[in-house]
């Protein structure tokens, strides 16, 4: 057995090593304002739940391993003292993923992803609509745990308001597992699904997603695309140039009939097809085709 003593090993080293080993760990997906009432939303599988009486919930925004820089959402937390925590299910594990893009302060991460604001009733942050369960918190604490990259903030939560979507309740109004289909989190791009098993979903650290706000408006309320579909046609950098689309439409017969026919229903059908064959780049030229 290979014994490691974490002082020998980098902190990049570390960490890959206690969240490969660690999970899989439930998603805060946490949504916070500023102090000028702007919101932010962003996961975190530092977290879990503590107490029931009272209801406590922890999770840690921790300094970037990379600069030892801070999340907004500890600045968030700081400021206003309050939280509310989303789970995160299946159907949103996309958008999830790219809520933790990296945008610049002030971006609200909501309309990035395409998810929809609610207003809470105890605090100031809103609610995710897509979450089928949301917890209002107070912060009671926010507990720094050390002053280098890797450190952890512990947010302790208390939870003074529940929201749960009639929809995952069983006949006797409890929360039915299977309905509720929650992911969590494991090493790398791994996350694993409740129902399912283990699954990948690439992480936006590195890319800059231009997000949901790019999709055409015809193709968000076409009905054919999930919100995970989405999550990954907004987590996609820079979007195909005319050029390449003609390029592509005069290649692909199929496209060409599409187009011919009028149907942009069908044309959308196909671009889902390529989505779900992971060629993001022909999906969206595709939807950009005329």
Known sequence: MKTIKPNDISVVELQGLLQSSVGPRPIALASTVDADGRPNLSPFSFFNLFSANPPILVFSPSRRVRDNSCKHTLFNVQATMQVV??????????QTSLSSTEYKDGVNEFEMAGFTMLASDEVRPFRVKESPVQFECK?????????????????????????VSEEILTSEGKID????????????NWYSRANMGMFEVEKPLTTL????????????????????????????????????????????????HILQSGSIVDKFKLAKKYLEENNVPLAWKTILAK
């Not at 597992?177 to 790398?188: A, H, N, Y």
């Open 85 to 94: 925590i989303n789970v995160v299910t299946f159907d949103i594990v996309q």
């Open 177 to 188: 597992q299977k309905k509720l289909d929650l992911v969590s989190r494991m090493g790398g």
């Open 209 to 256: 997603g231009l997000g949901v706000g790019v999709i055409p408006q015809e193709a968000i309320v076409s009905g054919v695309f999930t919100g995970n579909d989405l999550g990954i046609l907004g987590n996609v950098e820079v979007l195909p140039i005319e050029e390449e689309i003609q390029v592509f439409v005069e290649s692909n017969h199929e496209l060409m």
């Open 139 to 163: 912060v009671h604490e926010v507990i720094g745990l050390g002053n280098e990259g890797g450190a952890g903030n512990l947010v302790i939560c208390e939870v003074v308001k529940i929201h």
